[in-house]
């Protein structure tokens, strides 16, 4: 995790925390503080939770670091999502016991929460569909968050556009895997729902009030509900209205307010019932246009990752190596008429269709044509000689496409998980091809004369 670099308040930083070089202070609460520190043995930065030396055992802050410390500390290597901040390891070393994380070189979504710093409303969409993605994968592995709010979401920062989003801080997060004592009722109080406030059982639509009530706060400047004290907020949640978005920014269609407050329902059963629906509810604004765009925006993350869900080649693939061939491929569309490969030529690059159609060519004659979900030049990758790799065929754009591509080369910076899956994929490719040879060899058989 990260946040802006702050001085520290005292000058003096500790040289170390277990094997660690500390080299600067990011933050610091009332019961734990964050330094940037070195892992020389993996050669990269790390951050580094500690929960604060000198509180009193006995003392209620101790209770609940300790709890805390605990629970981010059973997830230890557990949680692996590109949307998910990385815990490497967690070392209880009293007095000061500390988790050992990913270091994210940005900033928290508390930046972007003022009225004069709000971001265009399709990367808020972005950010939610992402988010929405990650926090259901924590949700299959039994976890809900409780937390969820802009200081626990991390903005990937290069220069300064957001490139991607980091969900941190599972400090209150309930395992409903786990028989150890849990803390209930926690959680921020401007984004907690109803049912997390009066103590009732919880499941997953608890945090997709949560994230709702962030994209609110993001896309209007306030949240859902404001108040200066906790009585009178508290009351808000249970008996308030929320204000319309329409009528606090400009540029929301009724589309997106009508998902906001719909992920914002008072009542749970009245609210998306999964993470994937929630999720298509955010993707189907863009799909339909109903986010403002800008003129020469490219292809969204979030429309990437729903495309290739759609696509047969990747039906065995989850989340995490569907996001690890978002963030790798090649994505190029092509007009009518472009070549993909011509006979006799050499190259390493294959080729998956996501959408349009193309078709194959052999002396002059179409033998097949190819829609979305299917591939081509795979042997490419397959071959397992050079010259094996001059292609025997010319293969035309009859439809616009838009194709996803890959070289040996980076189908290798792909993880062992999802190389496999795509050597999967390939053979059932093979497989039905070998198939559709033998029926028409079957065919013109049949049709041969005696």
Known sequence: MSESIIPARDPKLPEAIGKFRVRALLGEGATSEVFLARDEFRGFDVAIKRVRPGLAVDSPEAHFSGHFFAAEAALVGRLQHPNVVHLFDAVDEMPAPYLVMEYVPGVTLRRFCRADALLSLEQIVEIGFKCAKALDYCWRQGLI?????PANIMAVMQRDDIVDIKITD????????????????????????PEQLDGSALDCRADIYSLAAVLYHLIAGRPPFDAQAQPALMHQIFHGEILPLPGLREGVTEGLDRVIRHALARSRDDRPATWDDFARELSELVANREVPRAALQSVLDSERFTMLRSLEFFSGFGDVELWEVVHRAKWKRHPFGAALYRKGDKGNTFHIIAQGTVDVFRNGNRVAQMGAGTSVGEMA???????????????????????????????????????????????????????????????????APS
């Open 170 to 193: 599972f400090g209150s997060v309930l395992n409903l895997d786990s028989d150890r004592t849990q803390i209930f009722r926690v959680g921020s109080l401007a984004y907690m729902s």
């Open 381 to 447: 990758y397959l071959a397992p000689n050079p010259e094996l790799r001059t292609h025997s065929a010319d293969v035309v754009v009859s439809q616009p496409a838009t194709t996803i591509s890959f070289t040996p080369d980076t189908l290798m910076q792909l993880g062992l998980g999802t190389r496999s899956l795509f050597d999967a994929a390939f053979i059932r490719v093979l497989v039905r091809r070998l198939h559709a040879a033998q029926e028409t060899l079957a065919v013109s058989a049949v049709l």
């Open 145 to 149: 968050h409780r937390d969820v709010k």
